[in-house]
C-alpha cells in the first residue's frame, strides 16, 4: 500500500458518527444558513483562538478580502494603498489584495523559516504602505513580535494569513492572536478542516467584526436594511456544525504532526535533502513538512517509485502566474528558487508510524542524479 500525501477521508472516518449526528441535527432543524450552529462554533473557535470575536465566512480567500473590504469601509484602506505580502505564498493571499483594490507589494521570505523576512520589510514600506499581511506558512508562525513592531513603528496594519497555521503558538498565543485580524481557512485538507468550503476571520476589535458580519451577509445586519455594499459569504450551518465536532480534535491532530515533524527531523540525513529549520517547536503546527533539495523533482520521482506520495507548495510563485502576467516585481530570486526547490512529505494525524518509517527509508534511498 501507498504512503498518501494526505488522507482526508480516514481523518474523518475517525469522527464519522459524531459527525453523522451532527449532521443528522442540522437536516433535521430546517434552519441551514446563519443559524445556531454558526453562532455556537464562531463562539468556539474565537475562544480557542484566545480573542473575542470570530466570524464564519465562506472560505479562507474570503476571510482575507472580507478583512480588507471591512478596512476600506472603515476608512483604514483606500484604493491603491500598498500591502506587504512574502512573495512565496499560495496565491490566495494575493488575490485577496489585488480583488481589494489594493496593491500587494511582494518581499523575498528568510530562505531558512520560508516566512517573511523581519529585515526586508522595512524596505519596501513607501507612502502608500497601509498594511502587512505575514502568512504563517506551512504552519510556522513567521516572527510576529518583529513584524507587529515594525507596524506599530510605521502604523500599519497587520492582517495574518493563518489559513495554514490552526494550533502554532507562541509564548503561549495562538496564530491568529498577534495581528489586528487574522483569516482562516476550513479547507478539508487544512489542519482544521470542514467537509466542504469555510472560513473566518478572528480579531479582537468589536468594531471590525460587525463589519465582516455585516459584510459577508449583503451589508447587512438587519433583515432588508443594507448598510455597506456587501457580498455572499457566509459559513453554513452544516460546515459549522461538522467544525464544531473536529475542533475538539484539533488539538491532538497537531500533536501528532509535531510527533511525525520530529521523527524525520531526527532521521532523515542526506546530503540532498534540506530540513525545514524550527525556531521553537510549539511554533509550527506542520500543516506541510517541507524540504529542499537542488534534485527536487528526481527525488520527487523516487519517492513515487518507493509508494511515497509528496507533493510541490508551490510549483510557481504567484509574480509567475499568468493571472499576474507582468503586473508584478519580479526581482525574485530567493522566492522563484524555492519554487525549484521545495516538496512536501505526507505528513497528517492518520500517517502511522509504519507509514513515517516508510517515508524515512524512501528518502534515505535516494541517489542524486549525477
Ligand atoms: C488555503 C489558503 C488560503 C485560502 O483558503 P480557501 O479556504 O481555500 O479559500 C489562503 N491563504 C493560504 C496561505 C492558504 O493556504
Same mark, same amino acid.
Given at each position: 500500500?501507498d504512503v498518501?500525501?494526505?488522507?482526508?477521508?480516514?481523518?474523518?472516518?475517525?469522527?464519522?458518527?459524531?459527525?453523522?449526528?451532527?449532521?443528522?441535527?442540522?437536516?433535521?432543524?430546517g434552519?441551514?444558513?446563519?443559524?445556531?450552529?454558526?453562532?455556537?462554533?464562531?463562539?468556539?473557535?474565537?475562544?480557542?483562538?484566545?480573542?473575542?470575536?470570530?466570524?464564519?465566512?465562506?472560505?479562507?480567500?474570503?476571510?482575507?478580502?472580507?478583512?480588507?473590504?471591512?478596512?476600506?469601509?472603515?476608512?483604514r484602506?483606500?484604493?491603491?494603498?500598498e500591502?506587504?505580502?512574502?512573495?512565496?505564498?499560495?496565491?490566495?493571499?494575493?488575490?485577496?489584495i489585488?480583488?481589494?483594490?489594493?496593491?500587494?507589494?511582494?518581499?523575498?521570505?528568510?530562505?531558512?523559516?520560508?516566512?517573511?523576512?523581519?529585515a526586508?520589510?522595512?524596505?519596501?514600506?513607501?507612502?502608500?504602505?497601509? #498594511?502587512?499581511?505575514? +502568512?504563517? /506558512?506551512?504552519?510556522?508562525? =513567521? &516572527?510576529?513580535?518583529?513584524?507587529t $513592531? @515594525? !507596524? *506599530? %513603528?510605521?502604523?500599519?496594519?497587520?492582517?495574518?494569513?493563518?489559513?495554514?497555521?490552526?494550533?502554532?503558538?507562541?509564548?503561549?498565543r495562538?496564530?491568529?492572536?498577534?495581528?489586528?485580524?487574522?483569516?482562516?481557512?476550513?479547507?478539508p485538507?487544512?489542519?482544521?478542516?470542514?467537509?466542504?468550503?469555510?472560513?473566518?476571520?478572528?480579531?479582537?476589535?468589536?468594531?471590525?467584526?460587525?463589519?465582516?458580519?455585516?459584510?459577508?451577509?449583503?451589508?447587512?445586519?438587519?433583515?432588508?436594511?443594507?448598510?455597506?455594499?456587501?457580498?455572499?459569504?457566509r459559513?453554513?450551518?452544516?460546515?459549522? #456544525?461538522?467544525l464544531? +465536532?473536529? /475542533?475538539?480534535?484539533?488539538? =491532538? &491532530?497537531?500533536?501528532?504532526?509535531? $510527533? @511525525? !515533524? *520530529? %521523527?524525520?527531523?531526527?532521521?532523515?540525513?542526506?546530503p540532498?535533502?534540506a530540513?525545514?529549520?524550527v525556531?521553537?517547536?510549539?511554533?509550527?503546527?506542520?500543516?506541510?513538512?517541507?524540504?529542499?533539495?537542488?534534485?527536487?523533482?528526481?527525488l520527487?520521482?523516487?519517492?513515487?517509485?518507493?509508494g511515497?506520495?509528496a507533493?510541490?507548495?508551490?510549483?510557481?510563485?504567484?509574480?509567475?502566474?499568468?493571472?499576474?502576467a507582468?503586473?508584478?516585481?519580479?526581482?525574485?530570486?530567493?522566492?522563484?528558487?524555492?519554487?525549484?526547490?521545495?516538496?512536501?512529505?505526507?505528513?497528517?494525524?492518520?500517517?502511522?508510524?509504519?507509514?513515517?518509517?516508510?517515508?524515512?527509508? =524512501?528518502?534515505?534511498?535516494?541517489?542524486?542524479?549525477?
Open positions: 500500500m498518501s500525501f494526505l488522507d482526508v477521508r480516514a481523518i474523518n472516518a475517525r469522527h464519522a458518527d459524531e459527525l453523522k449526528a451532527a449532521a443528522a441535527r442540522v437536516i433535521d432543524s434552519w441551514y444558513v446563519l443559524g445556531e450552529e454558526v453562532a455556537a462554533f464562531e463562539a468556539e473557535f474565537a475562544q480557542w483562538c484566545g480573542l473575542p470575536h470570530a466570524v464564519g465566512v465562506g472560505n479562507g480567500l474570503d476571510a482575507l478580502v472580507l478583512i480588507l473590504r471591512a478596512y476600506r469601509t472603515l476608512g484602506l483606500a484604493e491603491g494603498d500591502v506587504i505580502v512574502p512573495a512565496n505564498t499560495f496565491i490566495a493571499s494575493f488575490l485577496a489585488t480583488q481589494s483594490g489594493l496593491v500587494p507589494v511582494a518581499v523575498e521570505p528568510d530562505t531558512q523559516t520560508f516566512n517573511l523576512d523581519p526586508r520589510i522595512e524596505a519596501a514600506i513607501g507612502p502608500r504602505t497601509r #498594511a502587512i499581511m505575514p +502568512v504563517h /506558512l506551512y504552519g510556522q508562525l =513567521a &516572527d510576529m513580535p518583529a513584524i $513592531a @515594525i !507596524a *506599530r %513603528r510605521h502604523g500599519l496594519l497587520v492582517i495574518e494569513d493563518a489559513a495554514q497555521a490552526h494550533g502554532a503558538t507562541w509564548s503561549g495562538r496564530a491568529g492572536a498577534f495581528g489586528d485580524a487574522a483569516a482562516f481557512s476550513f479547507f485538507a487544512k489542519n482544521l478542516g470542514a467537509l466542504g468550503d469555510g472560513g473566518a476571520i478572528v480579531t479582537a476589535d468589536p468594531v471590525l467584526a460587525q463589519r465582516v458580519a455585516a459584510l459577508r451577509n449583503y451589508g447587512s445586519l438587519e433583515k432588508y436594511r443594507h448598510l455597506y455594499q456587501g457580498v455572499n459569504s459559513l453554513d450551518e452544516m460546515q459549522a #456544525a461538522m464544531r +465536532v473536529k /475542533l475538539k480534535y484539533v488539538d =491532538a &491532530d497537531v500533536d501528532r504532526r509535531r $510527533a @511525525i !515533524a *520530529r %521523527r524525520y527531523i531526527a532521521a532523515i540525513d542526506h540532498d535533502i530540513l525545514p529549520s525556531s521553537a517547536e510549539e511554533r509550527h503546527a506542520w500543516h506541510l513538512f517541507v524540504v529542499r533539495s537542488a534534485h527536487r523533482d528526481a520527487q520521482a523516487h519517492l513515487r517509485a518507493q511515497v506520495h507533493q510541490v507548495h508551490y510549483p510557481v510563485a504567484p509574480h509567475q502566474q499568468p493571472a499576474y507582468g503586473s508584478l516585481r519580479d526581482d525574485l530570486r530567493l522566492t522563484e528558487r524555492l519554487h525549484d526547490e521545495v516538496l512536501s512529505l505526507p505528513i497528517g494525524p492518520t500517517l502511522d508510524d509504519h507509514g513515517v518509517e516508510r517515508v524515512v527509508a =524512501a528518502c534515505m534511498s535516494f541517489r542524486s542524479p549525477t
